[in-house]
T-cell receptor, first 116, second 118 residues
């Protein structure tokens, strides 16, 4: 059983299109995240949600809209895709321990988005 | 602001050699957490270790060992007797202690690409 699963694994699309990436975790964790890994492998946080509530929104263009229908799911919708959006997007989840910084993140396998 | 530096971008070693990955961090907080993650060629990110700022004890797990030195703000990682399966990108990361839930801003270094040559 995959703990954090993302779909699709690969996504190739044209500039200007709208696309979504879905994420589900079966670990019973309270917090979910989206991270972006660029072509140089640099990983940066985009969003975090705790029990469907947005906690971190890290200066991401508003073309990116996360949605959490329940605490086990966190989807990422991207409008008007641009070339610079090409990256690997990782979903992650963690169980709250009382101190957010201590939480160990469990990552999904990543979704590689290519914008042509 | 928190910052993690992994200076060596790519390291090649011959199988069975040891390899040490350097990680230097910056933070103004006294309470923080350090992590290492492995990203094999298949692409997923695998958690290896977490250390809190008050625990400077070194740790060994099989062929992996970590050396945490607060005096030099470093959290180095050594793979002993490397194997081909160790070929991966290794990320050091830091998060500062924050109250409230969901407030974990894990800051990653740029990663060390380790290539183990058979």
């Amino acid at each position: 059983d995959t703990a954090v699963s993302q779909t699709p694994k690969y996504l190739v699309t044209q500039m200007g299109n709208d696309k979504s990436i879905k994420c589900e975790q079966n670990l019973g964790h309270d917090t979910m995240y989206w991270y972006k890994q660029d072509s140089k492998k640099f990983l940066k946080i985009m969003f975090s949600y705790n029990n469907k509530e947005l906690i971190i929104n890290e200066t991401v263009p508003n073309r990116f809209s996360p949605k959490s229908p329940d605490k086990a799911h966190l989807n990422l919708h991207i409008n008007s895709l641009e070339l610079g959006d090409s990256a690997v997007y990782f979903c992650a989840s963690s169980q709250e321990t009382g101190l957010s910084g201590a939480n160990v993140l469990t990552f999904g396998a990543g979704s590689r988005l290519t914008v042509l | 602001a928190q910052k993690v530096t992994q200076a060596q971008t790519e390291i090649s070693v011959v199988e069975k050699e040891d390899v040490t990955l350097d990680c230097v961090y910056e933070t103004r907080d006294t309470t923080y957490y350090l992590f290492w993650y492995k990203q094999p060629p298949s692409g997923e990110l695998v958690f290896l270790i977490r250390r809190n700022s008050f625990d400077e004890q070194n740790e060994i797990s099989g062929r992996y060992s970590w050396n945490f030195q607060k005096s030099t703000s470093s959290f180095n990682f050594t793979i002993t007797a490397s194997q081909v399966v160790d070929s991966a990108v290794y990320f050091c990361a830091l998060s500062e202690a924050r109250s409230g839930v969901g407030n974990n801003r894990l800051a990653f270094g740029k990663g060390n690409q380790v290539v183990v040559i058979p």
